[in-house]
């Protein structure tokens, strides 16, 4: 008999000055945990993880590092759940929050009520992890374009800085989105070849945020010096950030972040959580 696929949920240990957390009850098992849920078909971890956590409390949430997944029985099936430290975006308020048949109460409280308070020892351990990470960062978002036509396809006459997305690389671009939003990115700084504009247009366009388009960041003028100082000016910003560029580019987005190189496949996404210029944690994400 072939083995049963785990049940994927995500989640988030929120929290706001003073080290509150954020704890939810559920009635039906009379137990105090961390706001969490099952993905919807499709849907990526770290959007159900926010997607959850405004829909069992109503505060919006951008994420910050990883956590270290929690793996469990639940009955038959096994869980996994996906955890990160999150930070409210915009009014923490819960009190007028509409209770229901699936969460009764939703509370902040101080970090050591909160400990004393969860209902099983896997979210005991989750939380202290947390603690060690609950100071705010930012994250700046390296994005490989999307699949784009192929060069031999495109031809050589025509200049390769506009060879643009197939449909494929299309259906990237918009999936990206959400995922995007998830770490509350206002700032976009793309290679100006096709592709890679292509690939953050749809956010730029549901957002209203700024394109900022850099010959720098493209294939043919890209250098560790422009690379570089498009790197320092956002991680040395204060807002979160996305960057677009190409795979021969990578490396050196990687090297003025201080990161080992890391592989991305087209519409593949590596994200770097920062706090006053220094690396504070680094997650890798296949195309959504």
């Known amino acids: 008999m072939p083995q049963r696929r785990d049940?994927?949920?995500?989640?988030?240990?929120?929290?706001?000055?003073g080290r509150e957390v954020l704890l939810v009850h559920r009635p039906r098992y009379d137990d105090w945990s961390f706001p969490k849920g099952k993905l919807d078909p499709g849907e990526h971890c770290a959007v159900a993880a926010v997607r959850e956590v405004a829909e069992e409390t109503g505060v919006h949430v951008r994420l910050g590092p990883p956590l270290s997944h929690q793996r469990y029985a639940t009955g038959s099936r096994w869980k996994t759940v996906h955890y990160w430290v999150g930070w409210p975006v915009g009014d923490d308020d819960v009190e007028s929050y509409l209770v229901n048949d699936e969460i009764d109460e939703v509370v902040w409280l101080p970090y050591d009520e909160a400990m004393a308070r969860l209902s099983y020892a896997h979210d005991r351990a989750t939380l202290e992890e947390a603690k060690r990470l609950r100071k705010k960062t930012r994250a700046l978002v390296v994005l490989r374009h999307g699949k784009a036509r192929s060069r031999k396809s495109w031809g050589r006459k025509r200049p390769d800085t506009e060879r643009p997305l197939i449909s494929l690389g299309h259906?990237?671009?918009?999936?990206?989105?959400a995922l995007l939003a998830v770490w509350d990115a206002t700032r976009v700084v793309s290679s100006s070849a096709t592709r890679c504009v292509q690939t953050v247009q749809?956010?730029?366009?549901?957002?209203?945020?700024?394109?900022?388009?850099?010959?720098?960041?493209?294939?043919?003028?890209?250098t560790p010096k422009s690379v570089g100082k498009v790197v320092a000016r956002l991680v040395d910003g204060s807002?979160?950030?996305?960057?677009?560029?190409?795979?021969?580019?990578?490396?050196?987005v990687l090297d003025a972040v201080g990161l080992?190189?890391?592989?991305?496949?087209?519409?593949?996404?590596?994200?770097?959580?920062h706090r006053k210029g220094v690396v504070v944690a680094a997650e890798v994400h296949a195309r959504p």
């Open 7 to 17: 049940v994927v949920a995500a989640g988030a240990v929120v929290f706001r000055p």
């Open 171 to 177: 259906d990237q671009a918009q999936r990206l989105v």
């Open 260 to 273: 080992p190189v890391t592989g991305l496949e087209p519409g593949g996404v590596l994200v770097v959580h």
């Open 202 to 222: 749809p956010y730029v366009d549901s957002t209203g945020w700024e394109l900022e388009e850099s010959d720098g960041l493209t294939e043919e003028q890209a």
């Open 239 to 252: 807002a979160g950030a996305v960057l677009c560029t190409h795979r021969p580019v990578l490396p050196m």
